[in-house]
């Protein structure tokens, strides 16, 4: 007989709040909250990855972190219209901010952390802490949407 393990997560929601124009807070935590994964490395492999899943399943991440125990993703289907930006900017400040809720950075010191970035399909320039990133990615993002993953802005000043 096995012991009834305990899960201790959120549930899932009904997959139908993961498809088309949703906005998803994924937070994952290493199994048994294990530390000292964590470099250079397996962060640019992390982001590897994440680029692959993000021209396969259509979404982007217009912001992610990777702590040393956990990893928080802010995800956007490119699908659909949908406008919920104030309440989205509002999460990404959150996980922005999680370094210094550990005291690894100092107070407003969040764009420091080496570990944190962001992915945008066909804008592997494009930095989370850049000025004038939100204006940049809500152009970049409404041009997916209009013409999804294959056509991109031209270059110039307005992207």
């Given amino acids: 007989m096995t012991a009834k393990v305990r899960h201790n997560y959120l549930r899932r929601l009904p ?3 993961y498809r088309g124009q949703a906005y998803v807070h994924w937070s994952l935590t290493m199994e048994n909250r294990r530390t ?8 640019q492999r992390y982001r590897e990855i994440l680029t692959h899943a993000a021209f396969r399943f259509g979404f982007c991440v217009p912001i992610f972190c990777c702590m040393c125990d956990h990893i928080h993703m802010l995800w956007v289907g ?7 930006r104030t309440a989205f900017e509002d999460v990404a400040d959150y996980i922005a901010r999680n370094p210094e809720r550990k005291g690894i950075v100092p107070p407003d010191g969040f764009a420091i952390y080496p570990f944190t970035g962001c992915l945008v399909p066909g804008y592997p320039e494009l930095r989370v802490f850049e000025v004038g990133y939100w204006d940049r990615f809500w152009r970049i993002y409404s041009n997916l949407v209009k013409n999804g993953l294959h056509v991109g802005l031209p270059d110039g000043p307005e992207n």
């Fill in 36 to 43: 000292g994964w964590l470099d250079s490395a397996v962060f």
């Fill in 15 to 17: 997959p139908e709040h």
């Fill in 78 to 84: 490119i699908l659909n219209n949908c406008d919920q």
